[in-house]
Structures are given as structure tokens and as C-alpha cells.
């Protein structure tokens, strides 16, 4: 069976003791068991803009090292990477199917302190991310609005679109889903016109370009663009406790949207890189819809803004989900206090977290461009070392522990499989700016400091927390 087989596996373990049964889906007296909503497609799409959401955002990789290393890094990273990762999620989100997601994972494996680490770095890298999403809709506007290039215009813009894209959240996971759905569509249709129109002007000898001489290649920012463009594929798992059978949906809800995310990554960047000459410099964010007029005519640059805006949504939608669920799942789990996983009478979502996380996402988002996603992506490494470490130390300390879904590896493989994106890892903290190592180590100081203060506050009985305990899925 190859890595990219992520359909559930006919094998099934023997049983385990009772002392290595699966932590199931976690419930609080806060929490009221509810029906799972989120079918096959509503997920394909949710992770889909999980990690995607169109080709939008990949321009600055051409920018940074030129159209060979920017096809190659699409072509080869989803490997290195983006497989490892969904195949991960796929095994341990089958395993615990809870709202907690890789939490869990890192509790179960190390502890409580691991535990509320995971929390505390994927949560603060899931909110520094979505605050590019915003930022990323009014490079597209602005080039329809150049009033909004700067200043408070900017400013208040991006404060409005933040707020509305959060009350949708609020109004609930399903239209969530059926949204993305929508979006999805919506926002690719303009790049597969693109895609078709600039065909007769493709020059394959472009392709193989590596880039403008005397241009020097930005390596920060090449690795930056492909890992925030390929990566988060775990956050899904935070939405577990709300999916219809994720034991069976997830793992072929991750082999679907791993194919559909890079197929709408790589057939534009072949037909923009092959059929548009333009000074490097101009691969910036924003550079496909310039592109689409430059193929096609104006019509179409507006097209492919309209669908900019509109995968930025979906994008913001679905990562503020698994943010906000992910603060539901460490209620539960006794991480956080119980109010965070208190729902909305009407629309059944977790209004603290959407709350809390749209705060921070605020108070974020003006930073630059790149400072956002370069935070995130430090966060996020860190919180990636951890859950390779976890699943290892799972599949060796509860080798018979349920899995619905298995990678079909043994261990020794699986070490070389998890070391491979762990040398990238490192490599992107290593090239960060010293602006992301103050952000990014403040942070990480601050969740150390967030687990004592948790610990302080449930011996003083200050705020009411969930024993942890589980009932059976």
C-alpha cells in the first residue's frame, strides 16, 4: 500500500488491555452530546481551505527564487510534507475522534504539561494565521481600490471584514461547511479559465527559469510561502467531535483534499509561469489577478479578485473553526476553564473561543504580510515536533491501541517519515527573523507561563474546570 493510501485499512488490531483503550470523545456537564452534522464533502472543503484555498498566495515563492524553484517546491513539498502530515491526522484522528485533536495526541503521549504546550503553540499559530486572511482579501481590493493601500482606509477594512467573517463562524459549523462547499467552487472557477486561455501562449522554456540575474533569491521567504501554503492540514482534527463517523469520513476526506490542493496549486503556476514574462519583483501577493488581465483582459482579473476574496473567507471560516473548537476540546479535557466550551443556545457554537479568537486575530493583523505568516509557521513548528514525537511514542507505547485507520508502516519507517519534515521544520526556525524569534519566544514563555497559572488557579478553585473524565464514543 502506498503512502498515499489514506482509505481505512481492512486490518483491525487485536484488542488491547484496558489499561491502552483509546481516550475517547471528551464530554463535560458544559457540553451537551449533540448529532455529528459534517458529512464527506462540507469536510473535503473544510480542510481543503484548512490549508489551500486556491492557488491565492503562492505568487511570492516565483518572487523569491523564480519559476523552476517555485514549480519544484509545489511539486515536491506536498511529499515531504503534506502526506506525512495528513497521513498523521488520518491514524490519530481515527484513534481519538474528539474535539481536542492533536492536544489529545500530545497528552495521551507525554502528559499534561505536553498537552497544554500543543494547545497553547497551534492555538496561537491557528490565530496569527487567520489574521493573513484579511490582509490577504485587501491586497486583491485594493488593486480595484487603491484607497485601500494604506492608512486608515486599510485599517478600518480590514477591521470590518475581520468582524463579519466572525459572526458567520457564530452562526454555526454546517453553514460552515455548505459554505466552503460554495466558496471552493467559486473561487477556482476564474483560475481554471486562466489556466485553459493561457494555453496558446505557454513558452515551456520558462518554466525551467531560475529567475532574473543580479535578482537574489530570498530563501526565508521561499520556504515561508511554500510551508504556509502546504501546512495545517492537522487542524481538521480539532473538528473531529463534530463530523458524521470520522473514523470513516476522515481518512478519505484527507485523501481527497491532499490531490485537490495541489492539483489547484500547480495547474496555474504552470500557466502564468509559461505564458506571462514580467519582471520577478512583480511576484508578489495578489500577482494572479495582474496575470488574468494580462491573458485574458480585465473581465477576468476582477474574476480572480472576486474569488480572492472569497477563498479568504472560506479560509478564515474554517481555521477559525478549528480554533475555536480546539479551546471547546481543552475545556473538556480539563486544560482551560469550562466557560470555553459553553455553546450558543441558537446556533450550538463555541462563542467564547470565536470571541476570544477573533480578539487576538485583531490585535495581529497589522502586522506585515510576512511577519504574520513567518510567526505562524515558527508556532506551528514547534507544535509539529511535538505531535511527530507524539505519534512516534503512540505507535510505540500503545502499539495495540484502536486504530481505524493505520498507516502501514512499521516504526522504523515511520521515524524516517516523521524525521524528513522535522529537518524542514528546523530549517524554517532556523532562517526566521529576529522579530519572529522575539514574538514566537514570548509566546512560548507565555503558554509555559499559561499551564502554571492553570494549575494555580484549580488549586485556588478560582474558575471551574472538567475533570477530564470520558465516557466511551
Known amino acids: 500500500m502506498s503512502a498515499l493510501d489514506l482509505r481505512t485499512t481492512s486490518e483491525t488490531p487485536p484488542k488491547a488491555p484496558d489499561t491502552l483503550q483509546e481516550l475517547p470523545v471528551t464530554t463535560t456537564s458544559t457540553t451537551k452530546k449533540i448529532p455529528k452534522k459534517l458529512t464527506l464533502v462540507p469536510l473535503i472543503f473544510l480542510i481543503y481551505f484548512e490549508v489551500a484555498g486556491g492557488p491565492y498566495g503562492e505568487e511570492p515563492a516565483v518572487q523569491a527564487a523564480g519559476p523552476l524553484y517555485a514549480l519544484l517546491g509545489f511539486l515536491i513539498f506536498p511529499f515531504i510534507w503534506s502526506i506525512p502530515e495528513a497521513l498523521i491526522t488520518a491514524e490519530l484522528s481515527t484513534a481519538y475522534p474528539g474535539n481536542g485533536g492533536f492536544v489529545i495526541w500530545a497528552e495521551r503521549a507525554f502528559g499534561p504539561f505536553c498537552g497544554s504546550l500543543m494547545g497553547s503553540w497551534k492555538f496561537l499559530s491557528g490565530v496569527i494565521n487567520i489574521a493573513a486572511f484579511p490582509v490577504l482579501c485587501i491586497d486583491y481590493i485594493e488593486k480595484v481600490v487603491p484607497a485601500l493601500e494604506s492608512g486608515w482606509p ?26 466552503a462547499v460554495l466558496l471552493g467552487l467559486v473561487s477556482l472557477s476564474p483560475f481554471i479559465i486562466m489556466s485553459l486561455m493561457a494555453i496558446p501562449k505557454i513558452h515551456p522554456h520558462r518554466w525551467i527559469s531560475l529567475g532574473q540575474k543580479g535578482v537574489k533569491k530570498d530563501w526565508t521567504l521561499f520556504f515561508n510561502t511554500l510551508f504556509w501554503n502546504l501546512n495545517f492540514w492537522d487542524n481538521v482534527s480539532t473538528l473531529a467531535g463534530e463530523v458524521d463517523e470520522p ?37 508578489e501577493s ?4 495582474t496575470a488574468a488581465e494580462m491573458i485574458a483582459g480585465k473581465w477576468l482579473k476582477y474574476w480572480v479578485e472576486v474569488g480572492a476574496v472569497l477563498s479568504g473567507i472560506g479560509l478564515y471560516e474554517a481555521q477559525l473553526s478549528s480554533s475555536a473548537y480546539q479551546l ?11 466557560f470555553f466550551a459553553i455553546r450558543s443556545k441558537r446556533f450550538n457554537t463555541p462563542w467564547v473561543g470565536i470571541l476570544l479568537s477573533t480578539l487576538i486575530t485583531i490585535g495581529v493583523s497589522y502586522m506585515t504580510f510576512t511577519d504574520i505568516i513567518s510567526s505562524a509557521n515558527f508556532l506551528y513548528s514547534l507544535g509539529m ?16 491501541l484502536k486504530r481505524p485507520y493505520r498507516i502501514p508502516m512499521r516504526l522504523p519507517g515511520l521515524i524516517v517519515m516523521c524525521l524528513v519534515p522535522s529537518a524542514f521544520l528546523v530549517l524554517i526556525m532556523a532562517i526566521a527573523t529576529k522579530t519572529v524569534y522575539l514574538v514566537s ?33
Open 385 to 400: 515536533l511535538l505531535e511527530f514525537a507524539s505519534f512516534i511514542w503512540l505507535r510505540k507505547k500503545l502499539p495495540e
Open 154 to 179: 486599510r485599517k478600518i477594512a480590514i477591521l470590518i471584514s475581520t468582524l463579519l467573517l466572525s459572526f458567520l463562524n457564530y452562526t454555526g459549523l454546517t453553514i460552515v461547511g455548505y459554505a
Open 286 to 289: 495578489g500577482f494572479h489577478a
Open 247 to 283: 473514523r470513516k469520513t476522515f481518512p478519505m476526506a484527507l485523501l481527497v483534499a491532499v490531490i485537490f490542493t495541489c492539483v489547484s496549486y500547480l495547474i496555474p503556476l504552470f500557466a502564468v509561469t509559461g505564458a506571462v514574462s514580467v519582471d520577478q519583483s512583480q511576484w
Open 328 to 338: 471547546l476540546g481543552m475545556a473538556d479535557l480539563g486544560f482551560v476553564p469550562n
Open 441 to 473: 519566544g514570548l509566546m512560548t514563555v507565555g503558554a509555559i507561563g499559561f499551564y502554571f497559572l492553570m494549575k494555580f488557579c484549580k488549586t485556588k478553585k478560582w474558575f471551574k474546570f472538567s475533570s477530564g473524565e470520558v465516557i466511551e464514543y
